[in-house]
């Protein structure tokens, strides 16, 4: 391995009725529009609401009412107008300081989707999935919410508790009770794995992310690892500044990183200009959970570094935003170009395939099942379903997989629990839920077939 410092400088950037007319509507002469003036409209409704409203009118209400809707009218669910809370709440997810349950969300088409939940967060450990529709807040819809309107439902103090519904794909729906945390300040980590390879995940892009790949980096150089395996997978993105400066570390200088094309056709290349390049064989891991800033630095190894993509395909997320702040604090954030990859394509809403496909065990996507619900003998839920597919998937094949509680489910119930050493009561809930999770978490860690092929790829090069 190249033995030199690797320096990283960055400027980080700033990169959530209809009415029912009755009886009579009275006839009134409007001030004549001004041509000329594209505002005269919205101007006119100011006054008139002002002066002939039935109630009095807030002049901040209306202003503050207006920039959302024409920011809404936009529909581009990755621009929307924050008022000072909301506002706050981005800044706080940027730096990466913030309580809450540890998700990235997008609005699509009036729905809540979540991209991907945050390592060692809440959502992760409930079991939230990319592409999960949040259907429901505290029984309270969010159908037609923006981004930052749902995000201030959903995030909340340490210890207290949130209720969500999604709805999942292939599944329907379900429901999570989640203790929202500190969600964690680190975006990187890594580990020596299998013969002498050193695997790096990236959590993020925030405003540490690079000076946290740089230490890494550094920590693996010193135990004289063979290769390099970067995780990219439930990456929801972040700044773009950071995912260049990360990419420019393994292109070769002069190759293309990045293209942003703005609407008037101009386009900013930007070139590696790095002088080190990591000299270590390198895979990329990647998945539906990839997204944003993670895309941009999986499609600069892969295509200017000839670095293999390893796992599913990504969530397809190609485009900018910016973050503008006002006076009092609030801000609009808003889509300032595509970025292209660096051979000029643009993958949103299509993702980026990888180079080797490959799928996790099923049992690694099924739902989560709540603790706090008890599940009897009798029962017939997609819960039921979902514990009998655990206690398939941890070798208890006598079970049947059927969502009914039936009498052959109670004994291999009892015997989970007796093998275990908890109470014997044939119910799932509390404590057997809770075991059942956590067994089933650390055989999906054992096996990780997406890790394991990045690391087959990566020793036919080494």
Known sequence: MNNSKILISIIVTAIITAGITYNVVQPKEVTLLKEDDPFSKLKSTYNLLQENYYQDVETEKLVEGA???????????????????????????????????????????????????????????????????????DDKSVEGFSVTEAVMLIRGEKGSEVNLTVQRPGVGNLNFTITRDTIPIETVYSEVVEDNIGKIQI???????????????????????KGLIIDLRQNPGGLMDQAIAMSDIF????????????????????????????????TVLIDGGTASAGEIMAAALNQSAGIPLVGEKTFGKGTVQSAEGFKDNSSVKYTTAKWLTPDGSWIHDKGIEPTVKVVLPEYANLPYINPDNVLKQGDATP???????????????????NGFF???????????????????????????????IELLQTKIKENDTQLDKAIKTLKKEL
């Open 383 to 401: 819960e039921v379903n979902a514990a009998q597919q655990m206690l398939k998937a941890l070798g208890y094949n006598d079970v049947s997989v």
């Open 67 to 137: 920039i959302k809707g024409m920011v809404e009218s936009l529909e581009d669910p990755y621009s929307v107008y924050m008022d000072i809370e909301e506002a706050k709440s981005f800044n706080e997810n940027i730096s990466s300081t913030f309580e809450g349950i540890g998700a990235e969300i997008q609005e699509n088409d009036g729905s809540i989707i979540i991209v991907s939940p945050i390592k060692g967060s809440p959502a992760e450990e409930v079991g939230l999935k990319p592409k999960d529709v949040i259907t429901k807040v």
């Open 251 to 282: 292109v070769e200088k002069g190759k293309n990183l990045l293209q942003v094309e703005y609407n008037n056709g101009n386009k900013d290349v930007y070139k590696a200009q790095n002088d080190v390049v990591i000299d270590l064989p390198i």
């Open 203 to 225: 959590t993020k892009f925030s405003e540490s992310t690079s000076e946290e790949l740089a230490k890494a980096l550094s920590e693996l150089q010193d135990k004289n690892v």
């Open 406 to 436: 039936d009498e052959k489910t109670l004994k291999v119930v009892q015997q989970f629990q007796k093998d275990q050493g908890l109470d014997v009561d044939g119910k799932i809930s509390e404590g057997t839920t809770i075991k059942l």
